[in-house]
Every structure is written in C-alpha cells, then in structure tokens.
C-alpha cells in the first residue's frame, strides 16, 4: 500500500503530531502582500523572476498551458489534483527558472507513479513534489522531479499510499534519524484517507511541526496556536474524506518577509484573494484544491511577499 523511499540517517529536529478533523473556510492572519493567479491565471515577478498561476484547468488544458509555459522558459513548481464533477482538475504554479533539469507527471494510478518514480530516481532525480488526489473512488498522482541537491547530506526519503497510522509510523522513524517532513500530501483512496510525504535532512536548525487529519476547525485551531508561537505555515494539503474536509500541514520558524495563508475558499474567492494580494506584491508559493460534494471546488494557499 505504500512505497517509494530513498533511505538516510540523521537527528531530528520538531516532531509531528496527528489529530483527526476537518479544516473551516477561513483564513489566518499574518503579514501582508502576496502575488500570484487570476481565476484561471496570473503572471507576475518574484524579485526579478516571472511566475504564473493556473486553476480550474480540466487534464487538456493543464497539459496544454503545461507544454506553453515550459517551451517559454517557465518549470512546474506546485500542483494540486482534485474532481469537478468526477473530472479531473488541475490547480498549479510555474517560475520562469530553470537551475535544475526536471520533470513532471499527472494522471497517474499508484502503480504508473511507482513505475515513473522509480524510471526517474534511477536517472538521478528525486522527488520536489507529489500530490495525491481521488477522481471517483481511485487515487491518482501529479509529481515533480528535479536533480537539485537534497539538503543536508543528501539524503531524503518518499512515502505514498499510507494510512493515517502507517503515516505517523513513518514521521515517528525518520524523524527519529534527523529528517524533516518537507512535503504532506492528503488524500482519499477507496474512501479512505491516504498520504504521501517526502522527508529531507534539514540544513537548519529552525523548529518546524506538522499536523494532519485535521477538521477545518482543528486546523484553525491549530493555525493560531502555532502562529502565535512564532512559526509560519509553509505547506498546506487540503483533501475531502467521507464529503468532510480535513487538512494536512507544516509550520517552521523561519524567517519569512511576510506572509498569508488562506483556507476553505470558494473559486471566486481564491481569486478575489490571488488578486488582492498580488497587487500587493505578493507571490503564492502553494495551492492546495479540494472538493466538497461532487462540484464544490475549494482552495488553500500561501502568499510569500517578494
């Protein structure tokens, strides 16, 4: 049920704890000035780097901005699979940077990301990226490779196709040998909720934590615990088990130069929110979509100012 990894050893830093929930349409406050998207797209510039933003894009659509994007110079950073409908959707984020030779997959069945997962680590990439996400009642996978170095001595390690249980079992090991949760990813399998994570030794030493399984109201609970205590959220994974929506998440103690996150948000409002704050300077680094009923789209993202 689960697989892909790459062992290492290390220490660890701030260990991971789960809860059990779903996540309300809100959002938190932190710094201002974000930028990124427009309903169905946005470009803008990240300290001199161009970016762009897509959601709502059926597999077609995806594939082809995809292929306009990267003959432009652009590479994939984020996406995010949900259903519209019992039809796959797309949500993304490319950079007009390319320092690293890289690749993407969408649409995959666990067994066709396992195959791509295992072609790509053999000709020396690993893994930046993986999102799960349920079209109907099967699981399928959008992933991004690159061949940057992993931080810290190098090593990392993957997991997907894992049980609430297997997931912390998972976290509880390596975070045990000095690895970091660098990557959460939430979804249902079967009617079931699955993960998939990707864990990195840190090169720092900032404090970090995560939480998944949380009900909306959990999660913002856990949003303003953490935020007052310092921390940032860095990574957010929406996801619909049962037709509740639960959230999965990462906060460290980096230094940010502003920042905000948002959760629970209907398409005009995602875009109303894109707008805003990337008028503000601000450029989303995350977006996570998610599906309520059989068309009700939701969206989580994190702006970053700069």
Not at 19 to 26: I, K
Not at 95 to 119: C, I, M, N
Not at 164 to 191: L, T
């Amino acid at each position: 049920m689960f697989s892909l990894s790459l062992p290492a050893l290390g220490q660890a830093l701030v260990l991971l704890c789960s809860l059990t929930s779903v996540l309300p349409a809100s959002a938190a406050p932190t710094n201002p000035d974000t930028n990124t998207e427009s309903s169905s797209s946005a470009i803008a510039a990240r300290a001199g780097v161009p970016w762009a933003a897509r959601h709502g894009l059926t597999s077609a659509q995806y594939q082809s901005v995809f292929n306009s994007f990267v003959s432009s110079g652009y590479r994939l950073t984020y996406v995010s699979g949900y259903s519209y409908n019992n039809d796959a959707r797309y949500a993304a984020i490319w950079e007009k940077s390319v320092p690293y030779a890289w690749t993407a997959r969408h649409g995959l069945t666990s067994a066709q990301y396992q195959q791509a997962f295992d072609s790509n680590v053999a000709q020396g990439y690993r893994p930046k990226h993986v999102d799960g996400y349920a079209v109907g009642n099967m699981a399928y996978f959008a992933a991004i490779w690159d061949k940057s170095p992993a931080p810290g001595n190098g090593a990392w390690v993957a997991r997907h196709g894992l049980t609430s249980a297997q997931y912390q079992a998972e976290v509880d090991k390596w975070v045990g040998q000095g690895f970091r949760i660098a990557h959460v990813s939430g979804y249902a399998d079967g009617g079931q909720a699955r993960y998939a994570a990707l864990f990195e030794r840190p090169s720092d030493n900032y404090a970090w934590v995560a939480r998944h399984g949380l009900t909306s109201a959990q999660y913002q609970q856990a949003f303003n615990t953490y935020t007052s205590q310092g921390y940032r959220p860095v990574k957010v994974s929406g996801y619909v088990v049962g037709g509740v929506d639960y959230y999965a998440a990462i906060w460290d103690k980096a230094p940010s130069p502003g920042w905000v996150a948002r959760h629970g948000l209907t398409s005009a409002q995602y875009q109303a929110e894109v707008d805003k704050w990337v008028g503000q300077g601000y450029r989303l680094t995350v977006v996570s979509a998610y599906t309520l009923g059989a068309n009700q789209d939701r969206y989580a993202a994190i702006f970053v100012k700069g």
